[in-house]
Structure formats: C-alpha cells, structure tokens
C-alpha cells in the first residue's frame, strides 16, 4: 500500500515567553492513498497545529524542531517556499472548520473558484465551467448563479459546500478536513459527511478528517489516530481502536460517554484532571498525572507497542504488556 | 442596496437644507440692516429700498427661509454687488479649482497612505514600521496651514523647484498638475498619516482571518494574498475616513489657497468676508457644505459597493 | 481606589518614552505660558526699527519681525493664547457634548434620532470655512475663536459619548440597579458618568492641538485675535507677509505649533493606549 502522507517524529516548537512550548512531540501519522484517516483529541492536543506543518503555513513563533512530512515521497519540511506554495491547493488542500469565516466576503464565489486555478493554463471560460461544475458536484441547486454570489448570501451549510469545493477543486492527492461540521447543526452534518465519502470515491483522494466527533469518525474512517497533549497515543482501523481501546486515554474517550458516538458533541466527554504544562512537559507518560492505572513504569516513556497487526498505543501496558 | 442608497441621499438633503438654513436664519436675524448684510456697504439707499421689497425682508423668518430656497432651486443664487456679476458665476468658476486640490490631496494621501500602511503591515514590527508608525503621527500632528507655508518657503521660494502663485495656465493640463502638486500635498499631508495608520491596523486584523489562512492555503502567492485579498478588505474604512475628511481637506484648502495665491472656493469666501460680501459668502458656503456632503455620500455608498456585507444592513 | 488607578496610570505612562517626550513638551508649554514675561528677553510690543527682519542672533533668539519686534518674546506670549483658547473652548464645548451625548443615549428614542441629526449637520460644516462665513457676522476676538470651536467640534463630544452611554445602558450592572429602583439620576451618576469619563478624556486631549491650529489658522487669516496680538497664527502671517525678506518669522512660528500639536497628539495617543486595552492590542 502507498502512503500519500507520512509524519514522521514530527515534533514542533512554539516559541513563548516561558519557554518553549512543545505543542508537538515525535508524532507519526500515515495516510494511506485512497484512505480517510481520522485524527480525535481534544482542544490543545496539537490538531490545529499538525495541520499547519501539514501545510508548512506555521506561525512565526513555531520551528519544526525535528522530524518529517512527506506527501508522495517528497520531503515537505524545508521545502523552498516556491515549491511548497506551488503544491498547496493542488496537491494538498484544506476544508477549514468555519464556512462563515473562511471565505473571503468581499469577493464573489467565482472569482475565489478562479484564483485557485491561477496555475491551470486555461481559458477563462474553461476554468468558470470548471467552477460550476464543481459546486453542482458537491450539490449546490444552480450553481453557475452561485458563482456570482458573495459568501454571505448563502447559509451556512451551502458556503461549507463551497468550501469542500473549493478544495477538491484540483483533484488535490491529499485532502485535510478540519472540522468541517462542527459549526454545522446534525441534519448539514450527515449530509457534508455524506458528501465527503462521495468525493473521495470519485476523486480518489486521501483525507485527513479532524473531529471531535467520535461518531463521525467511526462512521467515516477507515482508520484514526487518537491524540493527546501533543503526542498520538493511539492509532489503527477505526474498529479496532473503538471496540478495543488500548489506551487508557482512548478509553476513557470511549466510555466517559457511549451516548456521545452517536449524538453530535461540540467538546469530548470531560476526564477529570489537566492537560499538563507543555513548556515543561513531565517525563515518562504524558498521561501518567491523570491515568487511573498509573504505576512506576510509566515514569519511563513509553514506546509504541503493537495490539494488533496495525494497531498500536502508545502505553506501557497495550499489546502485549503486562495489562 | 438602493434602499440604503435611498435613505443615505434623503440624509444627506436634509443635512444641506438644515445646515444651509441654520447659517441663513443667523445672517438674517443678526441686528444690524440686513441690506447692508445682504447687499454689501456700498450699496445705495435706493438700491437697498428696492431689495427690501423684493427680498421681503420684513416677511416672517420662516417665509424668508422658503423663499430663499425657492430661489436657490431655480437656480439663482443671488447677485455680487462688489463686483457686479452673479453669485452663481463666481462660486462655481472658482469650485473646480478647490475640487481639484481636494481630490489632489485624496490622491497624495490614497496612494501613499495606502502603500505605507500595507507595507507596514506586511512588515510587522520592523524598524520601518516602527519609523512609518512615528512619521504617521507627526504628519497627522502638523497642522497643515504650517505644511503649506514650509513647503512653500522651502520648495518653492528657497529651491525654486514649483511655482509660489497661481493655478497654472488655463487649458495646460502640464502646468496645471505642476501648480497643483505642491498645495495639494501639503493638504493631503495629514491624511498620508491617517489612512497609513487605519490601513496598517485593519490589514493586521484583515490578516488574522480565516479566509486569509484559507487563501494561502490554496497555494496563492503571498503578494496576491496580501496586496489582493488582505487589502481589498483593509482599505475600506480608510475610503470612510477619506470621505468624512473631505470637510477637514477644505478646511486646509482655504489656507493652500491663500498660502500659494490659487483661486477656489476658499480664496473667494476669504476675500468676500473681507469685503463684507455676504452673498458671495452664502453662495460658497452652500456649495462647500454640498460638496461635502456629497463626497461624504459617495465614499459611504462607493463603501457599501466594495464590501457587500454593508448591503444588507 | 481611585488613587491607585490614577497612579498606576501615571507609572503606565512614564514607562511610555513617547508619553513621557510629550509631556515634556506640554509641561515646557505651561512653564513658558505661565512666566512669559520673566523668560522673554524683550517686550514683546518693542519696535526696534534698526533691527527689522533679524536673523537669530544671541540678541534674537529667534531673530525678529518686519516691526524689529522679538520673535521669541512674541511666541511666549502667543503661548499663553493658545493655551487659553484650548482649555475655555474644549472645557465649554466637552460639556456641551458630554451633557447633550448623554441625553441622546439615555433619553427616549425620538429625542436620540433629532440630537444625532443635529451632530451629523454641525459636522457638515468645514470648521474654517464656517469660521471665515461667523466672521463676517461676529466682531473680531477670542471669543469668536471660541465660539467656532465650540459650534464644530461640541458634536464630537456628544457622538462617542452617546455610543458610550447606549452601551451601558443595557449592561448587566447598570439593569440589575435599575431592577432595585435606582432612580435616573443615581444611574447616570454613580455608573455611567464615571464609565463615559475616559474616552472622553482621550478625546479632549487629541482636541486641545485641533483647537490650538483652529485658533492660529483663523488668526492667520485674520478673523482670530485682534491686530497686534501676538498670536503664533498671527506671527505666521507676519511671516509669510514677509516671506521674500526673510524665512525665520515663519520657520519659528510654526515650530511652537507643530511641537506643541506633536505633544498633544503623542499623549493623546498614550493616554488611548493605557485606558482602553482592546486598543492596546492592536498597535
């Protein structure tokens, strides 16, 4: 199987008055080509910032301290900014969490649709068609009007459709969706979800899907990563990591609240306890302060150990250990 | 849209006719005869009993203030008995002159308050930025009657780089600009400072949004990002400010206008109070308070043309 | 309490090297203001025919005018108008403003609508224009100055301080007081007043250097102070009357002026930056 995204030891630095806060901490993270990939955590576990190294768009206080990020074998970190410019929006694109945000609202939908094609050497008319076509792909009822519209003449679930898009607008080879129905209400939600599954099938992209949702990701993914304070903790086929979660973290994602895989939630399940200070992040187990099965080992760090074939937690007792 | 057109333009009257009417009640209410008001001193005897009966001057306040607006309507604006000729003449052979310095000053300050500012911001935090930053409130702070005598002094007396006089040669566009870029940037001056600050600090929060992240998300270069889709939105509530400073440009125009010896608006009302020339006065108030306003109208609407947001407020 | 804030204030601003070069400059401006006459080397009013058009000199400070009559001793002077004429118009007009913005916010509906109508038209007028058309009707002097800033700038007062009023109007604190049977005046008063205060501060302070140009340019123009005084818009006039025979009249008046309107400015901003923090963030 090719891997259209790997990260690999990824861990990255943010530059702060205290010191540096190390928001990422040797993260790994495959996307199988033709895969939907899930990421779930909750707020400061590092999503939003793996998905700008993803990008390689960091804001100025933030150095990958070490680590990689290749798409189709080639190197994203250290790229030249030309090259990196060049693969954004055609080979790896973004469906932001805010559809009344993150559209432009001063310009018209097809004018936003046209910028994006600024590399294709078509014509005008060419690359208009292209636009209409793909807002009635994604289901937009008439869809060369919307082109002249502005973003907030449409609701909120038509602009996300815009947006999905606006990103699968150039068959982009990887696809990251963060959050992309969180801002919506349940009925939108199934529909974008629908839509995503849609596109992918057509287009055949990888999809890197950020959620909250343990619902959604069940039902969308093949496989999910599960993070924490910055490191993944947990990642295999979606039925395997729900069904045996074998870190205590994913599991107490899971059983904190069963109600919640099926009924949209804006925040996970609450575990008692805090995210600890990522300026100084404790040594050994990151989730040792707030684990009920904490012991003395896991003042050591732990190692990525295999539960099954490509399921693995990053936890001393998984697998094969002493559970 | 048209609604709000609408309701801006019926404002917009209703501020002239009050603002218009208010000046005209005080002129003729103030003691004093108001022949002497209206018709200048040098008038004579007869020539004030004749306007007395033809103005109605002893007609209530309200029918004078009727009257008075029946004949602006129809176009007569009263006469310059100093110098024999209709008000209606004088003021608007001279409002190209002051219209051509005040949107001389917009240009100064558009393009180099805009490009200032955009450049600030993309360079956040630099020394430039820094300089750019001080530099903004010193031009702001200036006032710019003493901009117009410096320059004046220091451009054109001691360097002899522009003209001291005049509006240059009637049909000469050339000489025209040349007599024009001096005054105009010492009124625009000010509003360099301004619209660099206002454009500085809406492009960084312009920056900050999610559709910006969006924009170079898709691999736009980072010129078009910023110097496209950042400004665009960052320079409207300095088009706001431009308009609404439209008044404050005519303020300085009376002063760029006596200061280098140019005919307009601002030198006609300066010589007419001097004279005690009350209708020429009344004449020119009119049009610069109508100028005004409709500047100030159209930066608000040509404000909701670029930002469709403002449309369905 | 208050004490506190005053002074935590005051430390904010001293930390503030552009606050602090701006209060040099004002502090400079009221010591020379107030001992004008101890500090000029010459009476302002003396001609010295012999010595006209000066050039600066350790006699002449800053050389002297078309009369031979000190420039410096007359700008001293001149700063006790300037700073007379600020302090009286934006003193009169902020009350204007402060009292009718408060009834625009606080009153009913249709009394909020005229009064806003009422700011938007005195905004219409080009302050200098519609000092040259009072002019014509008003005797000459002071207080005809005062007159026209107080007419075009007392609108401005009464806008923000209207915004700031309607915004109280609804805050929790200011409901819950009023659900216990506060009365008006005890409201306007004890909370909001004292919230109005420190926008309208910043505001006065970024007046006072509108004022001082407003007064110098109409006393350049010649419907500002009578003839003779020694106004700093008057000794510009002077200057650009002469301008061919020398440039240091107008080179030294219009120092005072663009020093002292820089001051103000500076501190008007430093005075912004400190009282409303979501300001602060953004420059």
Same mark, same amino acid.
């Given at each position: 199987?090719?891997?259209?995204?790997?990260?690999?030891?990824?861990?990255?630095?943010?530059?702060?008055?205290?010191? $540096?806060?190390?928001? *990422?901490?040797? @993260?790994? !993270?495959?996307? +199988?080509?033709?895969?939907?990939?899930?990421?779930?955590? =909750?707020?400061?576990?590092?999503?939003?910032?793996?998905?700008?190294?993803?990008?390689?768009?960091?804001?100025?206080?933030?150095?990958?301290?070490?680590?990689?990020?290749?798409?189709?074998?080639?190197?994203?970190?250290?790229?030249?900014?030309?090259?990196?410019?060049?693969?954004?929006?055609?080979?790896?694109?973004?469906?932001?969490?805010?559809?009344?945000?993150?559209?432009?609202?001063?310009?018209?939908?097809?004018?936003?649709?046209?910028?994006?094609?600024?590399?294709?050497?078509?014509?005008?008319?060419?690359?208009?068609?292209? $636009?209409?076509?793909? *807002?009635?792909? @994604?289901? !937009?009822?008439? +869809?060369?009007?919307?082109?002249?519209?502005?973003?907030? =003449?449409?609701?909120?679930?038509?602009?996300?459709?815009?947006?999905?898009?606006?990103?699968?607008?150039?068959?982009?080879?990887?696809?990251?969706?963060?959050?992309?129905?969180?801002?919506?209400?349940?009925?939108?939600?199934?529909?974008?979800?629908?839509?995503?599954?849609?596109?992918?099938?057509?287009?055949?992209?990888?999809?890197?899907?950020?959620?909250?949702?343990?619902?959604?990701?069940?039902?969308?993914?093949?496989?999910?990563?599960?993070?924490?304070?910055?490191?993944?903790?947990?990642?295999?086929?979606?039925?395997?990591?729900?069904?045996?979660?074998?870190?205590?973290?994913?599991?107490?994602?899971?059983?904190?609240?069963?109600?919640?895989?099926?009924?949209?939630?804006?925040?996970?399940?609450?575990?008692?306890?805090?995210?600890?200070?990522?300026?100084?992040?404790?040594?050994?187990?990151?989730?040792?302060?707030?684990?009920?099965?904490?012991?003395?080992?896991?003042?050591?760090?732990?190692?990525?150990?295999?539960?099954?074939?490509?399921?693995?937690?990053?936890?001393?007792?998984?697998?094969?250990?002493?559970? | 849209?048209?609604?709000?057109?609408?309701?801006?333009?019926?404002?917009?009257?209703?501020?002239?006719?009050?603002?218009?009417?208010?000046?005209?009640?005080?002129?003729?209410?103030?003691?004093?005869?108001?022949?002497?008001?209206?018709?200048?001193?040098?008038?004579?005897?007869?020539?004030?009993?004749?306007?007395?009966?033809?103005?109605?001057?002893?007609?209530?306040?309200?029918?004078?203030?009727?009257?008075?607006?029946?004949?602006?309507?129809?176009?007569?604006?009263?006469?310059?008995?100093?110098?024999?000729?209709?008000?209606?003449?004088?003021?608007?052979?001279?409002?190209?002159?002051?219209?051509?310095?005040?949107?001389?000053?917009?240009?100064?300050?558009?393009?180099?308050?805009?490009?200032?500012?955009?450049?600030?911001?993309?360079?956040?935090?630099?020394?430039?930025?820094?300089?750019?930053?001080?530099?903004?409130?010193?031009?702001?702070?200036?006032?710019?009657?003493?901009?117009?005598?410096?320059?004046?002094?220091?451009?054109?007396?001691?360097?002899?780089?522009?003209?001291?006089?005049?509006?240059?040669?009637?049909?000469?566009?050339?000489?025209?600009?040349?007599?024009?870029?001096?005054?105009?940037?010492?009124?625009?001056?000010?509003?360099?400072?301004?619209?660099?600050?206002?454009?500085?600090?809406?492009?960084?929060?312009?920056?900050?949004?999610?559709?910006?992240?969006?924009?170079?998300?898709?691999?736009?270069?980072?010129?078009?990002?910023?110097?496209?889709?950042?400004?665009?939105?960052?320079?409207?509530?300095?088009?706001?400010?431009?308009?609404?400073?439209?008044?404050?440009?005519?303020?300085?125009?009376?002063?760029?206008?006596?200061?280098?010896?140019?005919?307009?608006?601002?030198?006609?009302?300066?010589?007419?109070?001097?004279?005690?020339?009350?209708?020429?006065?009344?004449?020119?108030?009119?049009?610069?308070?109508?100028?005004?306003?409709?500047?100030?109208?159209?930066?608000?609407?040509?404000?909701?043309?670029?930002?469709?947001?403002?449309?369905?407020? | 309490?208050?004490?506190?804030?005053?002074?935590?204030?005051?430390?904010?601003?001293?930390?503030?090297?552009?606050?602090?070069?701006?209060?040099?400059?004002?502090?400079?401006?009221?010591?020379?203001?107030?001992?004008?006459?101890?500090?000029?080397?010459?009476?302002?009013?003396?001609?010295?025919?012999?010595?006209?058009?000066?050039?600066?000199?350790?006699?002449?400070?800053?050389?002297?005018?078309?009369?031979?009559?000190?420039?410096?001793?007359?700008?001293?002077?001149?700063?006790?108008?300037?700073?007379?004429?600020?302090?009286?118009?934006?003193?009169?007009?902020?009350?204007?403003?402060?009292?009718?913005?408060?009834?625009?916010?606080?009153?009913?509906?249709?009394?909020?609508?005229?009064?806003?109508?009422?700011?938007?038209?005195?905004?219409?007028?080009?302050?200098?224009?519609?000092?040259?058309?009072?002019?014509?009707?008003?005797?000459?002097?002071?207080?005809?100055?005062?007159?026209?800033?107080?007419?075009?700038?007392?609108?401005?007062?009464?806008?923000?301080?209207?915004?700031?009023?309607?915004?109280?109007?609804?805050?929790?604190?200011?409901?819950?007081?009023?659900?216990?049977?506060?009365?008006?005046?005890?409201?306007?008063?004890?909370?909001?007043?004292?919230?109005?205060?420190?926008?309208?501060?910043?505001?006065?302070?970024?007046?006072?250097?509108?004022?001082?140009?407003?007064?110098?340019?109409?006393?350049?123009?010649?419907?500002?102070?009578?003839?003779?005084?020694?106004?700093?818009?008057?000794?510009?006039?002077?200057?650009?009357?002469?301008?061919?025979?020398?440039?240091?009249?107008?080179?030294?008046?219009?120092?005072?002026?663009?020093?002292?309107?820089?001051?103000?400015?500076?501190?008007?901003?430093?005075?912004?930056?400190?009282?409303?923090?979501?300001?602060?963030?953004?420059?």
């Amino acid at each position: 199987m090719t891997e259209t995204l790997t990260v690999d030891g990824l861990t990255v630095h943010y530059a702060t008055r205290e010191g $540096a806060l190390q928001a *990422l901490r040797d @993260v790994d !993270l495959n996307v +199988p080509a033709g895969q939907i990939v899930g990421i779930v955590g =909750e707020s400061g576990c590092g999503k939003s910032t793996l998905i700008n190294a993803l990008l390689q768009l960091m804001s100025e206080n933030a150095r990958i301290a070490a680590g990689s990020v290749t798409l189709e074998g080639e190197e994203l970190v250290g790229a030249p900014s030309r090259r990196l410019r060049d693969m954004r929006g055609r080979d790896i694109s973004v469906v932001f969490q805010d559809p009344m945000t993150s559209l432009n609202p001063v310009l018209t939908i097809g004018r936003q649709m046209h910028d994006i094609q600024y590399r294709e050497k078509i014509s005008r008319a060419e690359k208009t068609r292209r $636009a209409a076509d793909m *807002l009635g792909r @994604v289901g !937009l009822p008439d +869809p060369v009007a919307k082109l002249d519209a502005y973003p907030h =003449e449409l609701s909120g679930g038509q602009r996300q459709r815009v947006a999905i898009a606006m990103a699968v607008l150039m068959r982009p080879k990887l696809l990251i969706a963060d959050e992309p129905t969180t801002a919506l209400d349940a009925t939108l939600e199934v529909q974008i979800i629908d839509l995503l599954k849609e596109l992918q099938r057509e287009i055949g992209c990888a999809i890197l899907f950020i959620s909250h949702h343990l619902g959604v990701i069940a039902e969308l993914c093949d496989r999910v990563v599960v993070m924490y304070a910055g490191e993944a903790v947990e990642e295999g086929p979606v039925a395997d990591v729900f069904n045996t979660p074998s870190h205590p973290y994913t599991a107490k994602l899971i059983e904190c609240d069963p109600g919640r895989m099926k009924t949209k939630a804006a925040l996970l399940p609450a575990i008692p306890g805090d995210l600890p200070d990522l300026t100084a992040p404790p040594t050994g187990c990151i989730f040792r302060d707030r684990c009920d099965k904490a012991a003395e080992i896991c003042r050591t760090s732990p190692t990525p150990s295999a539960v099954t074939g490509a399921h693995w937690a990053r936890c001393h007792f998984a697998g094969g250990g002493r559970q | 849209m048209l609604q709000y057109a609408f309701q801006r333009v019926l404002l917009a009257l209703a501020i002239v006719f009050v603002a218009i009417s208010a000046l005209f009640t005080i002129m003729i209410t103030l003691p004093g005869d108001p022949t002497t008001v209206l018709l200048g001193p040098r008038a004579t005897p007869e020539l004030r009993a004749e306007f007395r009966a033809n103005m109605g001057l002893d007609d209530p306040v309200l029918v004078q203030i009727v009257n008075f607006w029946g004949r602006i309507l129809s176009g007569d604006m009263g006469m310059d008995y100093n110098r024999n000729r209709p008000v209606a003449e004088a003021v608007f052979s001279a409002l190209p002159h002051t219209m051509a310095l005040v949107f001389g000053a917009i240009f100064w300050s558009a393009t180099l308050g805009i490009l200032l500012g955009a450049f600030s911001a993309d360079n956040r935090n630099s020394w430039l930025d820094r300089v750019t930053g001080v530099l903004s409130v010193g031009f702001i702070a200036a006032p710019s009657f003493v901009v117009a005598l410096y320059s004046l002094l220091l451009f054109s007396v001691t360097l002899r780089w522009f003209p001291t006089i005049g509006a240059g040669e009637p049909g000469d566009l050339a000489s025209r600009l040349y007599h024009l870029a001096l005054p105009s940037f010492a009124i625009g001056l000010a509003w360099v400072g301004y619209v660099a600050r206002i454009v500085r600090a809406s492009m960084l929060e312009t920056l900050g949004e999610n559709y910006i992240r969006t924009a170079r998300a898709f691999g736009l270069t980072r010129r078009k990002v910023i110097y496209n889709y950042a400004l665009r939105v960052a320079i409207l509530p300095a088009v706001q400010v431009l308009g609404v400073g439209i008044g404050g440009m005519l303020s300085s125009a009376v002063f760029a206008e006596i200061v280098f010896s140019r005919p307009g608006i601002g030198s006609l009302i300066y010589d007419s109070v001097s004279g005690r020339n009350y209708p020429v006065v009344m004449g020119s108030m009119l049009v610069a308070i109508g100028f005004f306003v409709t500047c100030a109208l159209i930066a608000d609407l040509v404000n909701a043309a670029l930002d469709p947001r403002q449309r369905v407020k | 309490m208050m004490d506190r804030l005053k002074h935590s204030l005051i430390g904010r601003l001293l930390a503030d090297p552009m606050a602090v070069f701006a209060m040099a400059i004002i502090v400079g401006l009221v010591i020379v203001a107030v001992f004008a006459d101890v500090i000029s080397p010459h009476d302002h009013t003396a001609m010295n025919l012999a010595d006209r058009f000066a050039p600066p000199s350790s006699t002449y400070w800053l050389g002297t005018d078309n009369l031979g009559r000190d420039t410096f001793s007359r700008l001293a002077q001149g700063s006790r108008i300037a700073l007379y004429v600020a302090l009286v118009a934006v003193s009169i007009s902020g009350l204007i403003g402060l009292t009718l913005g408060m009834i625009a916010g606080f009153g009913p509906r249709w009394l909020d609508n005229v009064l806003l109508f009422v700011f938007d038209t005195l905004r219409a007028y080009p302050t200098i224009i519609l000092a040259l058309a009072l002019a014509a009707l008003l005797p000459r002097g002071l207080s005809t100055v005062i007159i026209v800033v107080v007419i075009t700038s007392f609108s401005e007062y009464g806008r923000v301080v209207r915004t700031q009023t309607l915004s109280l109007k609804n805050a929790e604190f200011i409901l819950a007081e009023r659900a216990m049977g506060a009365s008006a005046a005890r409201i306007v008063f004890h909370h909001v007043l004292p919230n109005v205060l420190g926008p309208f501060f910043i505001l006065a302070a970024m007046n006072l250097p509108v004022v001082i140009t407003i007064e110098a340019g109409m006393s350049f123009l010649g419907i500002g102070v009578p003839p003779g005084t020694p106004s700093w818009g008057a000794t510009l006039k002077d200057g650009f009357d002469y301008i061919r025979n020398t440039p240091w009249i107008i080179i030294a008046g219009g120092l005072p002026l663009i020093l002292v309107t820089l001051g103000f400015t500076f501190l008007g901003e430093a005075l912004r930056d400190q009282l409303d923090p979501k300001l602060r963030k953004s420059r």
